[in-house]
């Protein structure tokens, strides 16, 4: 399938990534965000990250952002790619509409790292056209595409979102429909620990983080990612995951649960084990 023309829901973070990359690949975007200004801060954001890599030659931005078109709802696409907050009835919503609405050789995709996509695809007509798309943050600049196939995911649908990944500079890794699919199952439990770690004195964030970059060679410490994440995201995560697989350990730590209910989200309000 070509995917001419692609119709991504939520224009946040992960979203506005999205919306860049495939724009970028020379398709059309129509982007769409309930949220009050949402479309539009998403758009500044892919600004702001265009200007960037454009300065160490990536395309130009007013280029992509021309082939990207602020929409006040959902509209007919070859392809939707489903990037809102990790509610399961949220998302169960957008694919029920999605569903009425896209063509019905249209494939569904979303961006969820936790929620189930067989669920997601039991409200629409076509699950066998339903898969995970799991994009990374941030969007533009990680590799990974983790693909999730339902358990009524076809072959055909798997292989053309597979090939789309690769055509949008990505590599892609297929995994199975269970809770928190790989990356999340690996990742979280780590985040959860360090925050352990904090709770209990072992040591402070900075060392924790520290230990984690020069000891296992990370990029990026564990409370480091989890404020570049969210954590009201991990916690959502870690919600799925113990429920899901009903093992205490996947349970969030108190700390995650007290900074949420702080409001400390990690960057996205400002502060979280770190100030922004």
Request: hydrophobic share 45%.
């Amino acid at each position: 399938m070509a995917f001419e023309h692609v119709l991504v829901v939520g224009a946040g973070q992960m979203g506005a990534g999205v919306a860049q990359v495939v724009a970028a690949s020379g398709r059309r975007v129509s982007l769409h965000d309930a949220a009050p200004g949402a479309t539009e801060r998403g758009l500044q954001a892919m600004r702001k990250s265009l200007a960037k890599l454009a300065e160490k030659g990536g395309p130009d931005p007013d280029e992509v952002l021309a082939r990207v078109e602020p929409v006040d709802d959902l509209v007919p696409a070859d392809l939707l790619i489903e990037a809102v907050v990790e509610d399961a009835r949220v998302k169960e919503q957008i694919f029920r509409r999605a569903d009425s609405v896209l063509p019905p050789a249209a494939i569904l995709a979303s961006n969820t790292s936790s929620i189930p996509i067989t669920s997601l695809a039991a409200v629409t007509s076509r699950p066998d056209r339903v898969i995970g798309m799991h994009f990374f943050n941030p969007v533009p600049v990680l590799k990974l595409v983790e693909v999730i196939r339902g358990l009524e995911t076809s072959d055909e649908t798997a292989q053309a979102i597979a090939g789309l990944a690769v055509e949008l500079g990505k590599t892609p890794a297929e995994a199975r429909d269970f809770p928190g699919f790989v990356a999340n199952r690996l990742l979280m439990p780590f985040i959860n620990e360090a925050a352990y770690a904090v709770l209990e004195g072992v040591a402070e964030p900075e060392a924790i983080d520290t230990i984690a970059k020069l000891g296992f060679a990370h990029p990026m410490g564990p409370l480091a990612l989890a404020d570049l994440i969210g954590l009201d995201t991990c916690v959502a995560i870690m919600e799925v995951l113990h429920h899901g697989l009903g093992d205490p350990k996947y349970a969030p730590c108190p700390l995650l649960r007290q900074y949420v209910q702080a409001g400390r989200l990690g960057r996205k309000s400002g502060r979280g084990f770190y100030l922004y």
